[in-house]
C-alpha cells in the first residue's frame, strides 16, 4: 500500500444551489472540501448516535453505600 488512505475518484450529481449554499456556509475554497467536510460530519454525527443507543443500557449498581467522594481520595 502506498498511501495510508486508498483514494477513489468519484463522478457525483449534486444539486448545484445546494453545494453552492455549503460552499458559502462552509467558507470552504473547493466543492471536494465541501463534500469531505460533508462525510466526516456524517460519520461522526453516526457514531454519536451509536453510543445514544446504549444509553439505559448499562446497569450500575445503585447501592446506598456508594461514597464516589470516598473513590476520589488520593491514599
Known sequence: MLCKYSHM???LQIE???IEEALKLG???TKR???EEALR????RRKQ?????L????EYDDDDDYDYKKQRQRP
Request: aromatic share 8%.
Open 27 to 29: 467558507e470552504h475554497r
Open 49 to 53: 448516535l451509536k453510543v445514544l443507543e
Open 16 to 18: 448545484n444551489d445546494l
Open 41 to 44: 460530519e456524517y460519520v461522526q
Open 33 to 35: 472540501a465541501v463534500v
Open 55 to 58: 444509553f439505559g443500557a448499562i
Open 9 to 11: 475518484a468519484t463522478n
